[in-house]
C-alpha cells in the first residue's frame, strides 16, 4: 500500500542554496530527500510547499513524499529521519494525508515573517546569534505608518513592482491576506500572509516599506509608486538572514 505523508520541516537556511535541488549546491530537498533514499532503499521524490531561497530559513515548511513503508506510524518518520539529517534540518511532525494532498498545490496561503533588531546605539552589541538571525536596524521606525502601507497590498494586489529578477510568474498578481509590523521588545517583526508569493517578494516588500517610511511618504504617494509596477521605484531587498517560512495553511 502506498500512504502519503506530510512532513512540517524547520531549517536554518545559511549554510543552504535554497529549499529545491540544484545541481553542485546544497539544498534542503536534497538532504531529505537522501535521509528517504536510506531508508526506502531507493530514490524518494520530496514534493515542498514552495521555494525559499539561499540563505532564507523555515520554522513551518511543509513537503509530502509517497511511501511504501507500513511498518511504522505516520508520526515514527520524525525520529527516524532526524537520526539521519544534519544538524541544520529538523522535522518537526509527520502525519498521514489523503492521497491526494500535494504540499504546493493544496497549501491555501503562506506566511513569512522578516526579524529585525532595532538598536538605535552604536555601542548596543547584538549577541551572535541574533545577527545570525535578525537584520539590524539603527532606528525605532514609526510602525503606524508601515502598518498603513501594509493595508494598502490587501485583497488581490499587482505586485509587480515587488517582483525579483528572474521571476518568471505568468501573472504578478498576488492575494494578500495581511502584512503588519509589530514590536517583540527590541525585535521588529513583519508579517506578511498571502496566497503565493514572487520571488524576493517579501524582502522587497519589507525593504521598500522601510525605506518610504524612513523618509516619511504619504501613503497615497506609496499607492501610486507600487501601482506603477516599476521595479526601480521599490526600496532595497534585504538580505535573506531575517527572513523565515513560518507557516502554510491548507
Known sequence: MIRNIKLTIAYDGTDFSGWQRQDNARTVQEEIEQALEKMHGKEVSLTGSGRTDAGVHAVGQEANFKTDIDSIAANRFVPALNS??????????????????????SAKS???????LCSPSLTVTPLPHENRYN????RYPHIDLLNTYG?????????TIFAGAGDTSKSKNRYIYNAYFYMERNALIFEIRANAFLRNMVRSVAGTFLHYEEINTAPYKLQEIIATGERSLAGPTLPPHGLFLWKVEY
Open 151 to 159: 493595508r494598502l497590498l490587501l485583497g488581490e494586489t499587482d505586485c
Open 84 to 105: 539521519l539529517l544534519p544538524h541544520d534540518v529538523r522535522i518537526t511532525e509527520a502525519s498521514e494525508v489523503n492521497d491526494d494532498f500535494h504540499a504546493r498545490f
Open 110 to 116: 503562506r506566511l513569512y515573517r522578516y526579524q529585525f
Open 135 to 138: 537584520l539590524r536596524l539603527h
